[in-house]
């Protein structure tokens, strides 16, 4: 006889939607900008993809063997790890930065904790920050699009950073992708159709990544150059890795918190100090650095925005 009477721990009730199958439909929303990326600078961004893919699947394969723990390479996890690192790169970058990186992002971002579901910091980030702090020299020689044979060219945000201004690059250009700067972040159009499809998926919600866009538009526009309220908020908006860190990074289920008040104070967060960087610090892009600063930040707003208890009661105590 079957039994229909089984008492479990929660959740109760299932979506029908597993981890490995997420983690898959993630890959497949970055298709369409890393295809961007290998129309705008050509086959050396999909030579560098698929080194930093096969390095971190490589690296999660063996340090999951050397610590007796089961291969789950097959999950997607690693090669969404690999992929975004690439996707932080320059199109001209030596073909062992991307192994070094995807490398060290499993390793020490990653397996270190634990793996999947424990690390505290996005693997991706931990490894651009890495390869920025080792080899800046690499990781900020940039090719205009289709322009394989120099490496002169400076993104918009360093020439804003510098004093200058690309006059010739006009909103569209830098909405399409025509500009230099990293394969996976030049294209906010590609971008924003892998977000979309996530978004309507129900695979990530809107909180973090649209309050992080607004914040830096927002506070772009009140400190600007020639006063307050002077600056360009759209101009920060489309330049650098902001859409990308957004929806794809920032949104990371691990390393977020929990509740959706607590996503809005996330996004808060890296929106200033994504901002404050810009405008003030020594690098012309921060977004890198202010999401895991916000990741470093997530257990604290978990701590202080969690959801009450179902069917407890808020007692008001009078004085």
């Known amino acids: 006889m079957k039994n229909n009477l089984i008492v479990s721990v929660s959740p109760h009730l299932h979506k029908g939607e597993s981890v490995r199958m997420i983690m898959w439909m993630v890959v497949l929303s970055l298709v369409p900008a890393g295809a961007a990326g290998v129309f705008f600078f050509g086959m050396d961004a999909l030579w560098l993809m698929a ?54 992002a499993v390793a020490i971002g990653k397996q270190i904790f634990g793996g999947l579901g424990q690390n505290i910091f996005n693997p991706a980030l931990v490894g651009r920050v890495f390869l920025m702090a080792s080899w800046p020299k690499y990781m900020t020689a940039f090719t205009r699009p289709m322009s394989y044979d120099a490496v002169t060219s400076a993104t918009p945000l360093a020439m804003l950073k510098g004093g200058g201004y690309l006059a010739h690059t006009s909103y569209l250009d830098l909405f399409l992708g025509k500009r230099g700067g990293c394969i996976g972040e030049v294209s906010a159009a590609a971008l924003l159709v892998g977000a979309l499809f996530l978004l309507m998926r129900g695979y990530i919600f809107w909180q973090i990544p649209v309050i992080y866009v607004l914040t830096v538009g927002v506070f772009t526009c009140i400190f600007g150059p020639q006063g307050y309220f002077s600056g360009d908020w759209l101009f920060h908006i489309l330049s650098g890795g902001l859409i990308l860190g957004a929806f794809f990074m920032a949104t990371d289920y691990v390393t977020s918190p929990l509740t959706r008040k607590g996503q809005v104070l996330f996004g808060v967060g890296c929106g200033v100090l994504t901002s404050v960087i810009r405008l003030w610090g020594g690098y012309p892009e921060g977004v890198s650095y202010a999401i895991l600063m916000m990741n470093a930040a997530t257990p604290i707003i978990d701590r202080y925005t969690k959801n009450r208890v179902y069917g407890s009661l808020k007692l008001k105590v009078k004085s």
């Open 51 to 104: 080194l930093g893919v096969l390095s971190a699947v490589a690296t999660e394969a063996v340090l999951q063997k050397a610590a007796g723990r089961k291969i789950s390479i097959l999950d997607g996890s690693a090669v969404i790890t690999g992929l975004l690192l690439a996707f932080n790169l320059p199109p001209k970058a030596p073909f062992w930065i991307p192994i070094v990186g995807s490398v060290f």
